[in-house]
């Protein structure tokens, strides 16, 4: 190897350890969310629901008009998810139930370290220190894996637009209303008092004790406050969470984590592989000189 | 072509026409046919007939794409995000083009020069394949203008995808570089070509880690969604493993179909030196690809059980898993291995097609098929997505044949032959040499008379 090639090689491998770095840098540590963040508390065995806060949350984001009215119960027949055109949706479950259907809100929950932001190859995802996840649609390429990562099927995408499609999706009001420190317009409108705005370690406490005073009312779990390493938005039922829409398989461990076995694997890629295989060429190269005792033997694995 | 060289049509395989004449660009494009010997040619050829069909569909509807937007052309599925477009296009293309770092690696690293005559199609296998991944790509993106993003104007380093743009990025020019000395014989700059085999160990080794890298972060880019992807296909700490080491009998398995259809339908173009060496290699090929297959088949009960996923076998998901493993891996095993013991070649070149066709159902399947297995409803790509795919692999395999037809890939380029093995034994060895112990030197000479 020629020394120009080996200094070549060095800064070829030291750049790309140092950009292997910055990959790691993110993944490691556990983080539990910003100390101020914000939250919601729905709790779902007091939604009716109205779909009063899919039509707030409508004229807040100057969404496009929906195809059928916000008055219109058929919706409920399919359950629906969150999409480019509707950032929020509710959901009826448990139909026959005694105890009459029950509604459960969806939008994105805002997770303390979310997936999307960490799949996003343009780090076009913020999440504030209000708590909100936001984006940066100016630089979203489209490549949609966010909306691969996303544990809760939040994401939508304007497949209909042609020159300027993007990702879509709840923002908690941040523009509007989050950072002048009022709440979602979701929250602002529900008439039932099912969504409480506030601090989210207030919430959690508010949470546990309506589990307390009311522990027939109510399931045991505050579904948000471990999954996927916690959630901005929590849920409160009285019903078994899968059966009103929850994924319960969903570990506590942020999808991040999943990631950081490969993430980990790559500096050490980077470091090893030139030395390691200039040095095999090197070997390789004496080899056919045939004096060894294996000269006959060359069935290297290719 | 065949009936015009029965003719007496000398094929085009050096600089020079029989005359003595130095041949112009257009005679060599033109594979030294008159331009309506060209066409006649063309018309002649029934495969040509196939491919206007496709394209006299396809290409409408593939600019219709980018008039009317993905929601035209695609599901436009919240749901599944990725279609057709990335889970065939990119996830099965990619793999398939691993050859050309192992082949790479084979002949530069490893010193296994007898793997040389299959070497320039392995490479040239690679570049193509990433290249049409990236135009998949190109297709399947929102705003495709903005591909350049994560590399100029915003950066989102801890994503695998990141990764995996950078690396692919790399890589292609790294191939490009690659492939280029057969240009550069072919259009008569030789400088270029010295210039491209000075630096020939760097380019092969980083070959290697971004290949390394990447094969796996496609693999990576699923650790995202654990709950979606049917635990049989996702495994958190082998995912990135399954992914690379499923590449490498895919890629060399993909070398052993693309030569076996180049010396079928294009024999004329072959010559001697490849023709001879075609069994030798191809038995090479699948002896590396039974170890990949083998190794990969091991990791794969390994992630199983690792997780103790075995219950997940006794369901319908669980026997289309095990039909995946045993048509798409373990029969091509067994085909193979049986093959290279007895030196039956059609058993080899069957079971690489197995192979092949194992490892895009694998990306398929993880991409498209088992994605959000707990939904309800599955994704049928609609036609228009369908035809779209087609073309561009349509569009794939007439660049592909262009380049046979016309580099010196699958035949020696003459003339340039003398000055060609000279350079290589000065560089190369010299290279490896110089800053070596004496033992080096004393091997020297024999190492230039040997090559």
């Known amino acids: ?302 | 072509m065949k009936n015009m060289i029965k003719h007496g049509l000398a094929v085009v395989d050096s600089p020079y026409d029989e005359s003595g004449k130095k041949r112009t660009v257009v005679q060599k494009l033109l594979l030294g046919l008159t331009p309506s010997q060209y066409l006649l040619q063309a018309f002649r050829n029934p495969f040509n007939w196939i491919l206007a069909a496709i394209f006299a569909v396809g290409i409408p509807i593939l600019l219709g794409r980018f008039v009317f937007g993905l929601a035209w052309a695609t599901s436009g599925s919240n749901d599944y995000p990725w279609g057709l477009f990335l889970g065939f296009g990119l996830f099965a293309m990619v793999p398939l083009s691993s050859s050309g770092f192992q082949l790479g690696t084979a002949c530069e690293i490893f010193g296994r020069h007898d793997l040389e005559p299959i070497e320039r199609l392995a490479l040239l296998n690679g570049l193509l394949g990433y290249f049409f991944a990236v135009v998949y790509l190109l297709a399947d993106l929102g705003q495709p203008w903005r591909l350049p993003y994560p590399m100029v104007v915003s950066f989102g380093p801890a994503a695998v995808l990141f990764l995996v743009a950078w690396h692919v990025a790399t890589y292609l020019s790294v191939q490009v570089a690659e492939v280029s000395t057969a240009f550069f014989e072919w259009i008569g700059f030789p400088a270029g070509k010295r210039g491209v085999r000075r630096i020939t160990l760097g380019l092969t080794v980083s070959g290697i880690i971004l290949s390394t890298l990447h094969q796996g972060a496609l693999g990576a880019l699923f650790t995202y969604a654990p709950g979606k992807v049917h635990p049989l296909w996702y495994s958190s700490s082998f995912q990135w493993l399954h992914f690379f080491v499923s590449s490498l009998p895919g890629g060399l398995c993909m070398v052993i179909t693309v030569s076996t259809i180049a010396s079928k339908f294009m024999g004329w173009r072959t010559d001697r030196r490849f023709k001879e060496a075609l069994d030798r290699c191809t038995v090479t090929l699948a002896k590396g690809a039974c170890m990949g297959i083998a190794t990969y088949i091991t990791i794969k009960l390994i992630g199983i059980a690792h997780d103790n996923k075995w219950s997940y076998l006794d369901s319908g998901w669980g026997q289309w898993f095990m039909l995946e493993i045993i048509v798409g891996f373990m029969l091509p095993l067994v085909l193979m291995t049986y093959g290279v013991h007895t030196r039956k070649m059609g058993v080899i070149r069957l079971g690489a097609f197995a192979t092949v066709f194992g490892v895009v159902l694998n990306r398929v399947n993880t991409a498209i098929i088992t994605f959000n297995w707990k939904l309800p409803e599955r994704e049928i790509p609609p036609w228009r997505e369908v035809v779209i795919s087609l073309t561009i692999f349509a569009i794939y395999i007439v660049v592909y044949r262009f380049i046979l037809y016309r580099l010196p890939i699958l035949y020696k380029w003459r003339q340039q032959e003398e000055e060609v093995t000279v350079t290589e034994a000065v560089t190369a060895p010299a290279a490896g040499r110089r800053e070596a112990s004496p033992v080096a030197v004393a091997s020297y000479s024999k190492m230039t008379k040997l090559d």
Request: contains cysteine; glycine residues 8%.
């Open chain 1, 1 to 302: 190897m020629k020394r120009r090639n080996f200094l070549k090689a060095c800064l070829i491998g030291g750049t790309t350890i140092a950009m292997g770095k910055t990959n790691k840098g993110w993944a490691s540590g556990s983080f539990e969310g910003y100390p101020e963040s914000m939250g919601v508390l729905v709790d779902t065995t007091r939604c009716i629901g109205c779909r009063s806060c899919e039509a707030a949350c409508n004229k807040e984001q100057k969404l496009p008009e929906p195809d059928t009215s916000f008055d219109d119960k058929s919706v409920f027949e399919e359950p629906r998810r969150p999409t480019a055109k509707a950032y929020t949706v509710v959901n009826q479950y448990e139909k026959e139930k005694p105890g009459g259907p029950v509604y459960r809100k969806v939008q994105c929950n805002h997770c303390n370290e979310p997936a999307c932001l960490t799949s996003c190859f343009v780090n076009a995802y913020t999440k504030t220190k209000e708590g909100a996840v936001i984006y940066n649609s100016k630089v979203c390429v489209g490549c949609r894996n966010c909306m691969i990562a996303c544990p809760f099927n939040v994401p939508g995408y304007d497949y209909e637009s042609v020159t300027n499609p993007v990702i879509k999706k709840c923002i908690l009001c941040y523009d509007t209303r989050l950072k002048v420190g009022k709440p979602p317009a979701c929250v602002d409108i529900c008439p039932q008092e099912a969504l409480t705005f506030g601090h989210r370690a207030d919430l959690i406490k508010i949470a546990h004790e309506r589990i307390r005073s009311n522990p027939d009312r109510y399931l045991d779990h505050v579904y948000g406050e471990k999954e996927v390493g916690g959630t901005s938005w929590l849920y409160l039922s009285g019903t078994e969470f899968d059966k009103i829409g929850f994924d319960p398989s969903l570990s506590n461990d942020p999808i991040i984590s999943n990631v950081k076995d490969f993430l980990g694997m790559v500096p050490m890629v980077l470091s090893i592989w030139p030395a390691l295989f200039s040095g095999i060429h090197l070997l390789s190269k004496h080899d056919s000189g045939g004096e060894g005792h294996d000269t006959e033997s060359k069935e290297e694995e290719p």
